[in-house]
C-alpha cells in the first residue's frame, strides 16, 4: 500500500510538469470597429477591408460581434451584412445575415504565419415614410494570437 501511495505522488508530480510546458500565452491582440448608416432612400452599397499583420506564428481566436438593423422595403429586396475572414487567399469563415438582432461569432484559425483579412460588405436603404432608423450594422472583431 504505500509503494502505491509513493507511486501516486510520482506521478501526479510529473502530470503538472507536462501540463507547464504546453501552457498558451497570448502574444498578441487586435482590435477592429467597422459600422455604417445608410440614410438614401435607393439601395447602396458599401464594403471595408481590414488586414491584420502577425510578427510570429500562433494559434488566432477570433471573435465578432455583429449588430444589424434592415427594413424590408416595400419595393426592392432587403439589405443585408456579410462578414467574411481570408487567410492564406481563402475565405476560412462566412456569414452574411438580413436580420435585426445581435449576434455573437467565434472562429480558431490554428498556426497562423500570415496575414489575416476582415471583409465587410452591407448593402442597405432608409425608409422616410416609417419611424425607424435607416438600415446599419455595426462589427466589434477582437483577435488574440497564441503561442
Given amino acids: 500500500m504505500i509503494m502505491l501511495m509513493v507511486l501516486a505522488g510520482c506521478l501526479s508530480s510529473v502530470e503538472m510538469k507536462n501540463d507547464n510546458l504546453y501552457e498558451k500565452v497570448m502574444v498578441d491582440e487586435q482590435w477592429q470597429n467597422d459600422s455604417h448608416q445608410f440614410w438614401n432612400v435607393n439601395p447602396s452599397s458599401q464594403a471595408n477591408i481590414t488586414v491584420f499583420t502577425f510578427n510570429q506564428t500562433g494559434d488566432v481566436n477570433i471573435t465578432v460581434n455583429l449588430t ?19 487567410y492564406n487567399n481563402e475565405t476560412v469563415f462566412s456569414y452574411e445575415t438580413n ?20 471583409e465587410v460588405k452591407a448593402s ?12 446599419f450594422y455595426i462589427s466589434q472583431t477582437n483577435i488574440r494570437m497564441w503561442n
Wanted: hydrophobic share 30%; proline share 8%.
Fill in 68 to 86: 444589424g438593423f434592415f427594413h424590408e422595403p416595400p419595393l426592392w429586396g432587403q439589405g443585408f451584412v456579410n462578414y467574411s475572414i481570408m
Fill in 124 to 135: 442597405g436603404s432608409d425608409n422616410p415614410a416609417d419611424n425607424k432608423p435607416g438600415d
Fill in 99 to 118: 436580420s435585426s438582432d445581435n449576434l455573437y461569432l467565434t472562429h480558431n484559425i490554428t498556426n497562423v504565419s500570415n496575414n489575416i483579412t476582415i
